[in-house]
């Protein structure tokens, strides 16, 4: 009884602290517990309860919102993942004495990013996270229509990162890091190991429906010029990457579908290629943190380079090869991977990557490994 009585104080303590941070930041209380009852649910599987309510107001031997802290009003659906209330987590974010940056949205904690074409593959997910990146892809023994000698391998390591600046518009930056190079044949003589050129633009979530499940974004990139020419970097005058991803929630959140387009143009043509590419995602949540996924990658070679090689083969998504038959080469990858998913705030995966076309470009395999650290 007074283990029960100490909790509902406790409790009421927290709701009061967070009422007293609404009425700092303007909002009277009657407009922070603006609700429509008849709507009003918590849903395990969206989790946008569990990152506002479980940790701080809700009953940790039920997982269900408590309404006597008024738990449910303030951080379930509809309005707190609506566009038009914020919930009482996000009031109590306003409390934080830097307040340097906008939270993720984490009414859709239940998704995981995707993996395979890490540079173009972009969650339409509002996010602010670190992404730390570690790969090894194995080279093809030979290259090209020609069957150039080739072989090695390279690894990479690189850190993402994504800001959001508003609710719907996302800071992005998607390409950078340290090339590893082990290569053999004749990449030997044009791959070394460098610097990877810097890759940065912006995002904007334009479709974001809590109820269904259902995102989408349209963005674009710019890689800049500024890595190592050896590691096969700064080849013309960058490049641009326009795109639009949509997610949708499968099976109230125990599966899930991701899928974007891309093209990518350089802004020296003569110096580049052009290609488009579509990218697909999905997964099943096995457990509660468990995550098994596999993802397709399609790349079109729509233009080569005027001047540079001739092997028939352009790189793909990190390294470029100028070269001036690559047009019309399509290429097929799939990967198939698992992710570790505690809470809304951190997720870690591994994946292995590998064609399905006779064509391969530069790859014969990939192993992917990386960690998101989300705010």
Known sequence: MKRTLFKRRLTALFYAIGLGCIATNGLSTAEALEVEPAGCFCEESVACDQQTCDGLFCDPGTG??????????????????????????????DCDVLNLLRRSDHCFDDFISPMID?????????????????????????????????GGNFQLIALQFRIALTERLS???????????????????????????????????????????????????????????????????????????????????????????????PADQAAQSTTIHW?????????????????????????????????????????NISDTAVDGNDLVLQNVGLKYKPNGNFEAGAAFEFPLTEFQDVIENRWQFEMIFRY
């Open 279 to 319: 990218l697909n995602h999905f997964d099943v949540r096995m457990t509660k943190r468990l995550y098994a996924f596999t993802e397709f990658s399609w790349w079109h070679w729509t233009d080569a380079a005027d001047a540079g090689t001739a092997i028939g083969v352009s790189g793909q998504d990190l390294i």
């Open 118 to 150: 890490f540079v173009h593959f972009e969650d339409p997910r509002t996010l602010t996270e670190l992404r730390p990146i570690f790969l090894t892809q194995r080279f093809p023994d030979t290259l090209g229509p020609g069957n150039v000698p080739a």
């Open 171 to 265: 800071l992005i930056a998607v390409k950078d890091g340290y090339i590893f190079d082990n290569s053999e044949g004749t990449l030997d003589g044009l791959l070394d190991s460098g610097w990877a050129d810097v890759t940065a633009g912006l995002k904007y979530n334009f479709l974001r429906n809590v109820r269904t499940g259902t995102l989408a974004s349209a963005g674009f990139t710019y890689e800049i010029p500024m890595g190592s020419e050896q590691a096969l970097q700064a080849q013309g005058d960058g490049e641009f990457h326009l795109f639009a991803s949509a997610a949708q929630r499968l099976l109230d959140g125990d599966a899930h579908y991701m899928t974007s387009f891309g093209w990518q143009v």
């Open 64 to 93: 269900c919102c408590d309404t006597l802290s008024a738990c449910e009003p303030l951080a379930c659906e509809p309005p707190s993942c609506g566009d038009r209330f914020r919930s009482l987590g996000d009031h109590l974010g």
